[in-house]
């Protein structure tokens, strides 16, 4: 994780800095971020796709960050509290677990209840120099998943517990670049496929492993599209090939009213419907 300053943004000039690599750029917690192109524009510079891979990460956490306030501020009317705060304190907070405490992303905790909702974003922001596809990194991100959503649900069972895992939108288009089992099948696809089985966690019974939501979400980082994004409910059926439709994907603010209507039933029960 890059340094972090009280100044909201303190350029250095590193002359050490080898030729075609981004100088140092030191930043404090994102403030401020209203919509998605905030959050791109904060985790600005993005390295070249041939870039060093320290760049490359210090990128991903400045957009994971910036992400991460910018859904805690969409929900926090419903979930006053809700961490990190509007001016970008309480990134990564802290919820228990069994043994110690864990980092999470997004923090709902109450002293009454203990941790009420969570969710986990994870970036993947570049393709893997040798396969020219996104799905290098998807076993890495998963077993820190499953070891999340076990932590906290061995010790709160109740707790809802969501994933956002955001890629570029030309993840969708990459089919031609599969083989294997990947064959004809794009990174979006491939990615659907593979956190399946990490999500569906409907009673409190059900695998500690999974999370009660997961959504890939697909973003777009160059105009004139930028900033869009399309979020897909890992539990749907994937196109294999193109990118989905707006009718079968959602809005990040229509993932984040089914992560709230997903609290809702965990914690009220599904609503009362009169008969006409």
Not at 57 to 64: A, C, D, K, Q, V
Not at 179 to 203: K, L
Request: proline share 8%.
């Amino acid at each position: 994780m890059g340094s972090v300053s009280d100044s909201p943004l303190q350029p250095s000039q590193d002359d050490s800095a080898p030729d075609g690599l981004l100088p140092t750029t030191v930043k404090g917690p994102p403030k401020n971020i209203k919509s998605f192109p905030d959050a791109l524009d904060y985790a600005e510079p993005r390295p070249a796709p041939a870039g060093d891979a320290g760049g490359k990460r210090t990128y991903g956490t400045r957009l994971s960050n910036a992400l991460a306030l910018l859904v805690a501020d969409r929900l926090r009317p419903d979930f006053p509290g809700i961490l990190p705060t509007q001016d970008g304190k309480g990134t990564e907070s802290r919820a228990r677990i069994g043994r110690g405490f864990k980092k999470l992303d997004v923090n709902y905790s109450t002293l009454q209840t203990g941790l009420g909702l969570g969710v986990s974003i994870k970036t993947i922001n570049f393709r893997d120099p040798s396969t020219k596809r996104y799905t290098k990194n998807y076993s890495r991100n998963d077993n820190e998943l499953r070891a999340e959503a076990s932590d906290y649900h061995e010790r709160q069972p109740y707790s809802v517990l969501c994933a956002l895992l955001f890629l570029p939108a030309d993840a969708a288009t990459d089919a031609g670049s599969g083989s294997g089992e990947d064959a004809g099948i794009s990174s979006f696809g491939a990615c659907v496929r593979y956190f399946r089985s990490r999500a569906g966690r409907v009673a409190t019974t059900d695998h500690i492993e999974r999370f009660e939501r997961f959504f890939v979400c697909l973003y777009e980082h160059e105009q004139p599209s930028r900033g869009t994004v399309k979020c897909f409910d890992v539990l749907e059926d994937p196109p294999r090939d193109r990118p989905p439709t707006t009718a079968e994907s959602m809005s990040l603010e229509e993932a984040l009213g089914e992560i709230r209507a997903t609290y809702d039933r965990r914690n009220l029960g599904e609503p009362f419907v009169w008969a006409p």
